[in-house]
């Protein structure tokens, strides 16, 4: 009932606002709202939130008139993630922690029941190597939790390294953070449980710690790339894609899940401003393939298995324009592999200083940080393009649609779309 509701509320805004002007922040606003939402469950494994953006993204595309390049727009392929669908409790003495904002569960972690000691280390406590030693042969540290407290990078030590990668063989390490809590995903699962914390929410004298985490691994989950095309008027065989990764970090526990209103929910919405544009506004002379990517926070995967399992030729790419954080801008944009096609680089910043657009482009080398990355390995052209400046939500909970402020959005379709056109 409720994706049937965003559904219909996305199709009177697609349907009656799209004709005042080429790019419509209203629906830009939908699109966010409604990915960001716990119906998608931050668009992850856990509660087929994943498989829900996708095929709210089809439906999207669908209503276009995009095309897809077999039976339906879904590339599927699977990989393996770890998980935490159930319950999360952290109870530090008498305190119990909030998840999220308190503390987060590192993703290779394990589940874990139990109470636990609590051993403590800093700088001026760490055991030598010969003491630490003689601590692992007698088991010292099993059935504890290993807290580190103020071991600063520059201060890490061969003994400091082995402890913290849990060749000492205890329960658990707890990481103090003094600034913000961020998560990832992981393809793999350990043995032991890493739990991150914020130092001030942490007691300091605390001597116990009770656990409980639910965890799943998964080795077969099933995700999927997003992917429709309108046919080039002149150059049907010459292919302009625009691409952005739908997934997030998912849920963790059974309240708590990661929005991705900046990361990524802002290019999907991007990608699909443009597919409009050229859908029915001005049809494109070059094939235009609009890409949402599954699986990019898992480490790049759906674009890989798309590049290793193309529907097209990737010979027949002329370009491809990747985009990521598009909600924010202040400071202007990246563009990674401007350096590597300084000559498209030039075409884009030219355009930018014409239409007086955005503050700055700053220009980046290769790296592989998104979609365009086995694409470009692969010979494609290809750019990443991401904004910069404004709010530091990143991978927290508090990355959200409310505040996140399009800054920029509008100057930053502009320029994609002059960009298309050039090429």
């Known amino acids: 009932m409720i994706l049937k509701k965003v559904v219909f509320t996305s199709f009177l805004i697609f349907a009656f606002s799209f004709n005042a002007q080429n790019q419509n922040i209203e629906y830009t606003r939908q699109i966010v709202d409604t990915l960001t939402s716990s119906f998608f469950s931050g668009r992850g494994a856990v509660d087929d939130g994943e498989q829900k953006a996708a095929q709210f993204i089809a439906k999207e595309f669908k209503k276009m008139g995009l095309q897809p390049f ?21 109870e530090v003495g008498e305190k119990q922690l909030v998840l999220g904002k308190d503390f987060l569960v590192d993703p290779k972690s394990a589940k874990t029941y139990g109470h636990f000691d609590i051993i403590w280390y800093n700088p001026k406590n760490l055991p030598n190597k010969k003491q630490l030693k003689k601590l692992v042969n007698q088991r010292f540290f099993e059935n504890k939790f290993i807290v580190f407290d103020d071991l600063n990078s520059d201060e890490k030590t061969e003994e400091w390294n082995s402890i913290s990668s849990n060749a000492v063989g205890a329960a658990g390490l707890i990481f103090l953070e003094n600034e913000k809590l961020t998560h990832r995903i992981s393809t793999t699962v350990s043995d032991y449980v890493i739990l991150k914390v914020m130092r001030n929410e942490f007691p300091k004298d605390a001597k116990t710690i009770r656990i409980e985490i639910e965890q799943e691994f998964l080795p077969n989950y099933t995700s999927q790339n997003v992917i429709g095309k309108i046919k080039g008027v002149e150059h049907p065989d010459s292919i302009i894609i625009i691409s952005a990764h739908y997934d997030h970090l998912g849920k963790m526990g059974k309240d708590v899940f990661f929005p991705g209103a900046n990361d990524n929910a802002s290019g999907i919405a991007m990608m699909l401003n443009l597919a409009y544009h050229y859908t029915h506004k001005e049809p494109p002379k070059k094939t235009m393939v609009f890409m949402a990517f599954g699986a990019e926070e898992s480490g790049l995967l759906g674009s890989k298995y798309f590049t290793e399992h193309p529907l097209f030729p990737l010979e027949h790419i002329n370009f491809m324009i990747n985009v990521d954080i598009m909600g924010t801008g202040d400071e202007g944009i990246q563009v990674v592999n401007g350096s590597v096609f300084k000559n498209h680089f030039d075409k884009l910043v030219k355009i930018n200083e014409e239409e007086q657009l955005l503050k700055q482009i700053k220009i980046r080398g290769k790296a592989a940080n998104s979609d365009h990355y086995w694409f470009s390995e692969k010979g494609v052209p290809a750019f990443f393009i991401y904004t910069l400046g404004g709010i530091t939500a990143y991978h927290d909970i508090y990355d959200v649609s409310k505040t996140l402020p399009l800054t920029e959005f509008e100057d930053c379709y502009r320029l994609i779309k002059n960009f298309v056109d050039d090429l």
Do not use: A, E
Request: charged share 15%; proline share 5%; aromatic share 20%.
């Open 70 to 90: 077999t039976d339906d727009y879904l590339q599927t392929f699977q990989y393996s993630i770890n998980s935490f669908p159930g319950v999360i409790k952290v």
